[in-house]
Structures are given as structure tokens and as C-alpha cells.
């Protein structure tokens, strides 16, 4: 018996190295963690959410891909008697390694009874895939909705491309590749929105450079926590000097040309200053809506647009209502 014993002592104490060791053998410890840690976002719907949801259809899980088993999307639609109906292509954030299109649902859902149809895609995660993987799947989406835009009853002449967090990095460089051709050659996609039919993006809370999030860290454990999802990302440890990482920094990697734009993030840990750098360059390229709020106003954390209790989201949804109707083409 009590050899038995001393066998599974040292079997467990044999799982904590390695288990430990892991952590810094492989990113996939802490991307475990962080999908773990978003999993059901952090969506608190309006008031009036549903009223907003008697208003639209919802498709759920829509294949566009058979490559990857994430390649699906929801296809929410504005049911009123507007004839003008602008599309958004939304995607969601995760820190490249985690969230779902379910996260976004609501939000997506509220922005549809408003007169707009969205497409919310879900791509496939870093570590199981690394870059550019998720954005070519976003170029797969983008093809397969456009090829079946009559199917769908969608108008692709009249677009918006979204996203939060992750996803607003993911949006801005896709939507830099439409507008410029040769943006980032180590995308391998091409051009395959035509840039007149982009009336905007809107980028929530998103990182514009990965390399300076993570050497600009607030801890050694928020460093540690970056490194480790740049590394699943980009598929290399010592990745923040790749040419890939460059040309995904929308600060360091400038668009020439770019649609007009809609771009928030919250005051406390989120990537505010980022979030205003890149608006301070965009203003000297297009038109840009900048929403950010002062700490006097309270303090609001990373993706505080989803919290549609609070008084900040609710002037933010507003804000971005007033950019979607200020920018969409009449009849």
C-alpha cells in the first residue's frame, strides 16, 4: 500500500512539473485560460432589447467554409419596411485565442432593429491556427456572402466591416488591405472587397499594435500573459520583430487610405491610447468619430460598450447610430 502510494505521489508531482513547465514550453496553458475566461462575453442587453429583437430574423451557424469547423456566421436581419438596408460584417474579439460570435449576439441584434443586416462571423483560434489564418477566413466569408448576396437578399454594394477588441485590429487591417494594395503581403488575401462599396469601419476597443501592448505592459504578469498570445497568434515565440507582427501594427504599418471611421475603448485597462493614436492618423486620411470618455465621467473597462445598463454604452450606441446614418448612402 504504501508503495502504491509513493507511486501516485510522484505521478502527481511528475504532472505539476510538467503541467508547470508547460506555461513556458507552449502558449496553449494560457490561451486554455483565456478561452476559458471569456467564454459568454460580458453582453448586458438594452432595456428595450426585446422590442429591438421582434424586430429582426436571426440565421445561426451559416457555413461559409468546410476548411475549419468555426468557419460559420449568424445572419441577423432587419424584418421593417425600410427598402435601404446597409450590411455590417461584424467580428468578434477574443485576444486572437478565444471568443464567439454568440458574444456579440445582442449587441449585433440591437444595431439590425435599427435598419441594418449583419453578418457575425466567427473564424477559427489562434493556437489551433496561427496568422493570417483568421483573416483569410474573414476574406472567406466576405467571398461567400458576396456570392450568395441574392440567395441572402443582401446589399453588398453598401457595407460596413466591425469588430471589437481583437476584432477591431482584424478590421482595420482588412479593411487597410481593400484600400491598399500590396498592405500586407504576408496576409496573403487580395482585394477582394471593392473599396466604393465600404461606407465605414467600427473599431471597438481594439489593440493597433501588438508589440507595444505587450512591451508596454503594466505587470510582469500582463507581459507574460501578451507574450504568450502573441506567440499563439503569430506562431513564433520571439515574434514581436517579425515582419507579419509589423504589418499587422496599424500604428507602425500606416494605411494610406481608409474609410471613415467610428473607434472607442474604455479609460481603464483596455488600449485607450492606442484606440487615439490611430484616430489622431486616420484624421489626416478620413473622416473619424472618435467617442472616449474622461475618468471624471467614471471609470470604464475593456469592451464597456457591451454593458447596455450603463449610461457610457448607451451614449456610445447612440454615437455610433448617428456615424451609421451620417455615412450610409441615400436612396
Not at 31 to 42: D, H, P, Q, V
Not at 99 to 104: E, I
Not at 126 to 148: E, G, T
Request: glycine share 8%; charged share 20%; net charge positive.
Amino acid at each position: 500500500m504504501k508503495r502504491t502510494f509513493k507511486i501516485i505521489g510522484i505521478c502527481l508531482l511528475l504532472l505539476i512539473i510538467v503541467g508547470g513547465g508547460s506555461i513556458f514550453l507552449s502558449p496553449r496553458p494560457v490561451t486554455w485560460f483565456l478561452k476559458k475566461s471569456f467564454a459568454g462575453g460580458i453582453e448586458v442587453e438594452a432595456a428595450d432589447y426585446g422590442i429591438a429583437k421582434h424586430k429582426t430574423t436571426m440565421d445561426t451557424d451559416i457555413e461559409y467554409s468546410s476548411k475549419y469547423k468555426s468557419s460559420t456566421f449568424d445572419l441577423i436581419k432587419y424584418k421593417g419596411d425600410l427598402k435601404y438596408v446597409p450590411t455590417i460584417f461584424w467580428i468578434h474579439g477574443g485576444a486572437f485565442v478565444a471568443g464567439d460570435k454568440n458574444d456579440v449576439r445582442k449587441y449585433a441584434t440591437y444595431i439590425a432593429s435599427h435598419g441594418y443586416n449583419v453578418v457575425n462571423i466567427n473564424y477559427p483560434l489562434a493556437p489551433s491556427v496561427a496568422y493570417p489564418i483568421p483573416l483569410q477566413q474573414i476574406d472567406q466569408a466576405y467571398k461567400f456572402v458576396k456570392k450568395n448576396a441574392g440567395k441572402y437578399r443582401l446589399d453588398l454594394n453598401n457595407i460596413y466591416i466591425a469588430g471589437d477588441s481583437a476584432g477591431a485590429q482584424l478590421t482595420a487591417q482588412f479593411v487597410s488591405i481593400q484600400m491598399n494594395k500590396h498592405y500586407s503581403d504576408t496576409a496573403k488575401i487580395g482585394q477582394s472587397v471593392d473599396p466604393n462599396t465600404i461606407r465605414g469601419a467600427i473599431l471597438l476597443c481594439g489593440p493597433y499594435d501588438m508589440k507595444e501592448v505587450q512591451t508596454n505592459a503594466s505587470s510582469r504578469f500582463i507581459k507574460f500573459v501578451f507574450k504568450r498570445v502573441g506567440w499563439a497568434y503569430f506562431g513564433k515565440y520571439n515574434w514581436e520583430d517579425e515582419k507579419m507582427t509589423k504589418e499587422t501594427s496599424l500604428l507602425r504599418n500606416v494605411p494610406e487610405k481608409f474609410v471613415s471611421t467610428f473607434i472607442t475603448d474604455g479609460n481603464t485597462g483596455s488600449f485607450e491610447s492606442q484606440g487615439k493614436k490611430f484616430a489622431t492618423l486616420l484624421e489626416k486620411r478620413t473622416g473619424v468619430k472618435q467617442v472616449f470618455y474622461s475618468k471624471s465621467e467614471g471609470k470604464l473597462g475593456h469592451e464597456y460598450q457591451f454593458q447596455m445598463n450603463t449610461k457610457a454604452a448607451q451614449n456610445t450606441f447612440n454615437e455610433l447610430l448617428n456615424f451609421l446614418n451620417g455615412t450610409k448612402v441615400s436612396q
